[in-house]
């Protein structure tokens, strides 16, 4: 659960801010977008293959 206390004189505008950011860090859009979209096997795992095959190539490219 994801709460944020506002202290004795803070602005609302700053604590709905803060709770903004704890929210998308936490991945709970995230993850509720993943378990209800359903996606067939084979998509998913075409997927995996491609997002290994883009972390593979960034991790050996060569920053000059």
Do not use: C, W
């Not at 803060?18 to 067939?40: D, I, N, P």
């Amino acid at each position: 659960m994801i709460g944020v206390t506002i202290q004795g004189n803070e602005n609302i505008d700053r604590a709905l801010k803060r709770f903004k950011k704890k929210y998308e860090r936490s991945g709970v859009l995230r993850e509720f977008k993943k378990r209800t979209a359903f996606m067939k096997p084979s998509v998913e795992n075409r997927m995996a293959r491609l997002k290994a095959a883009r972390r593979q190539h960034r991790s050996t490219m060569d920053y000059d």
